[in-house]
Structure formats: structure tokens, C-alpha cells
């Protein structure tokens, strides 16, 4: 079935690094593309998306681009800040046998940015 | 801006009883969905649910467990006998639509131990 690896964390960061985050997916056929981020405390939050290849999602200075042809929707963001810090989810919306889409998401990634 | 809420945040209960989790969607949807992430683990799709039945469900989601709307603001999910591997975070999630393009807006999780 369809699945989403990405990278093992915790990564550890200095404040204005650059942050690149690995995902890689498989899939039948044309799922969208998500990025979650878990903040301490609170609930899953979508922070962007691509619904098919070629698009590029981007928020709050973070990016990821659907490559269909390797498979990936790596996320970056040139400078992180202290407030960044999370756990990030990579995920694909897959089509259910009812019609309805379910998503499958990757193990997170724990991002900690010092000062 | 509207959330998805779900009650208790921790819930600690003997093995082989009964535990309820519940979650208040947000008002306009019509999709709902649990989740769970096993500690170190993947968050896991387990069920589905639209105009009042369930769409689809995972291997996981056996005949311990049920889901419920009782009064058309919660939804519930029931494990009747809790085993020592039910021991997770349990997400609730909402959509206003059931396609691939909508969003699924998460909750900030129950975390079932079971002792």
C-alpha cells in the first residue's frame, strides 16, 4: 500500500540555519501531499500542501515541492527561529474504498532550534 | 478560528476496561476521523465516518472498537476491553469534505495509558 518515509530525527539546529527535512513516498497513484507541524501541547496543523506534481507549498517561510519523479516532498525553510521548534509530519491523502480519503503520515521529524 | 477539541488530554485506565475518547468537530463539517501514534511510532488512520456511518477502517480498528455521533456535536471513539497495546495518542480530525483537496483539521490528541 502507499506509505511515507522521512528522515529520523531529533535535528538540532542553530537559530538562521538552513532546515531541510526529508520525505519520500510511494503510491499508486496521484495522492496530495501534506506537511503537518505538532507544536508541545497542541494538535496536528496543516502547515502546507501540494495537490499535484510540480506544485510548490509554501507558509511561514517554509517550502516543499511534489517531484513526481523521485518521489519527494522534502521540506525547507532558509532561516529557522527558536519558535520553530516541533514536531513536523510529512503525509499523502490516499483514496479509500469508500470514496473517501484517509491520510497516511510519516513517523514526524523533531525539529530543535537553540539560540 | 474554529478547532477541533477533544476530552480528557490523558487518560489512564486498567486493562480490560472500558474507555471513551471524545471530540467535538468543527461545526460545518461533515468528515470525521481518528488516529492514533503508538509512542516512537507512525500516526495511523483507524476510522472514518460520514452521515452517520463509518466510511472506512483500518486492520487496527477491530471489533474492540466503535464510533458514535450521539448528538450531532460529538464523536466518539469506544474501546470496549483495553489491552496494554491500545496505549497511545489518539487524534480526532474533522474535513468539510471527503476529497482529496480538503483539509483535515486535527485536534490536540488524547493520550490513552493503560495499565
Known amino acids: 500500500g502507499d506509505s511515507v518515509t522521512q528522515m529520523e530525527g531529533p535535528v538540532t539546529l542553530s537559530e538562521e540555519a538552513f532546515l531541510t527535512i526529508n520525505c519520500t513516498y510511494t503510491a499508486t497513484g496521484y495522492p496530495s501531499l501534506f506537511w503537518y507541524v505538532q507544536y508541545p501541547g497542541e494538535g496536528l496543523q496543516l502547515l502546507l500542501k501540494?495537490?499535484?506534481?510540480?506544485d510548490k507549498g509554501s507558509n511561514k517561510g517554509f517550502e516543499a515541492t511534489y517531484r513526481k519523479e523521485t518521489t519527494s516532498f522534502h521540506l525547507e525553510k532558509g532561516s529557522v527561529q527558536v519558535s520553530d521548534s516541533a514536531v513536523y509530519f510529512c503525509?499523502?491523502?490516499?483514496?479509500?474504498?469508500?470514496?473517501?480519503?484517509?491520510?497516511?503520515f510519516g513517523t514526524g521529524t523533531r525539529l530543535k532550534v537553540l539560540a | 478560528e474554529p478547532e477541533v477539541t477533544q476530552t480528557p488530554s490523558h487518560q489512564v485506565t486498567q486493562m480490560g476496561q472500558e474507555v471513551i475518547l471524545r471530540c467535538v468537530p468543527i461545526s460545518n463539517h461533515l468528515y470525521f476521523y481518528w488516529y492514533r501514534q503508538i509512542l516512537g511510532q507512525k500516526v495511523e488512520f483507524l476510522v472514518s465516518f460520514y452521515n452517520n456511518e463509518i466510511s472506512e477502517k483500518s486492520e487496527i480498528f477491530d471489533d474492540q472498537f466503535s464510533v458514535e455521533r450521539p448528538d450531532g456535536s460529538n464523536f466518539t471513539l469506544k474501546i470496549r476491553s483495553t489491552k496494554l497495546e491500545d496505549s497511545a495518542m489518539y487524534f480526532c480530525a474533522s474535513s468539510e469534505g471527503g476529497g482529496a483537496g480538503y483539509e483535515q483539521y486535527f485536534g490536540p490528541g488524547t493520550r490513552l495509558t493503560v495499565t
Open positions: 503525509a499523502l491523502s490516499d483514496y479509500g474504498t469508500s470514496g473517501t480519503y484517509k491520510y497516511i
Open positions: 501540494a495537490t499535484k506534481a510540480d
